[in-house]
């Protein structure tokens, strides 16, 4: 396709593109307004060896998913309902739950995800909380030498999880843009079955056209031009 043609068909049919991109944009924006407000808090413990032991290192790098293991269960998610008197079951409170953890780093992550930001921190506060009185609990039956610590590195804080209105929107718009794009790409194809212009029938033949038979409303135009011709020229003689 000529960049002649290509503007032809923007021309003709850009509006559709333009159209489809504005209406998904919209709805995007309509369903990020519908959605409730969901915020996040992330709290961060260390788990480190109690001395720089290479073995002991590579111990605490392995029970780090156990760890993840232990705490991320009904029991731990009943002690956290506990202690901050939550009217939530054990399982409505995992689902908002999220726990992993980086082994380059030797740390825990808990992400608790809530409409309410500031219960969001209370909660995952009192989670990093109880793992840490575990571990605390777990090192008194070892010798120092052998204990693996757990410590709080900062206080959660919560962050806008959802919606993200403004990537729905470029989504939205993109994905519109697309199907319209789509939409084009149809209508064209079932349009190139037909000849309406002399370059049509000249790139489907491949041979230039040398005449063409005027249309109906041509041929009323040609008329009404000799008409006019004519009566000009009889007052002319006059």
Not at 80 to 103: F, K, W
Not at 107 to 135: E, H, M, P, T
């Amino acid at each position: 396709m000529s960049v002649t043609e290509l503007l032809s068909l923007l021309r003709r049919r850009g509006w559709i593109v333009v159209l489809a991109a504005i209406l998904a944009a919209a709805s995007a924006l309509i369903f990020s307004r519908l959605q409730p407000t969901v915020y996040q808090s992330t709290i961060v413990v260390s788990v480190t060896p109690s001395r720089p032991d290479l073995g002991l290192a590579e111990a605490s790098i392995r029970l780090l998913r156990n760890y993840v293991s232990y705490i991320h269960t009904r029991t731990f998610a009943q002690q956290v309902i506990d202690a901050r008197q939550l009217d939530l079951t054990p399982d409505d409170l995992l689902g908002n739950v999220t726990i992993d953890s980086d082994e380059s780093r030797l740390i825990v992550q808990i992400d608790v995800r809530n409409q309410n930001g500031d219960l969001a921190n209370d909660i995952a506060a009192a989670w990093a909380n109880a793992f840490v009185s575990w571990r605390n609990d777990e090192n008194a039956k070892v010798r120092r030498e052998d204990q693996v610590d757990a410590a709080i590195i900062d206080a959660p804080k919560y962050a806008l999880y959802s919606p993200r209105t403004t990537i729905n929107v470029l989504a939205g718009g993109i994905l519109g843009a697309l199907l319209g794009a789509v939409v084009v790409f149809v209508l064209e194809y079932f349009a190139a079955a037909y000849v309406r212009t002399r370059q049509d029938l000249e790139r489907g033949l491949g041979l230039p056209v040398l005449a063409a038979l005027p249309t109906g409303a041509e041929r009323g135009a040609q008329a009404a031009e000799r008409r006019r011709v004519d009566e000009a020229r009889s007052g002319a003689i006059r």
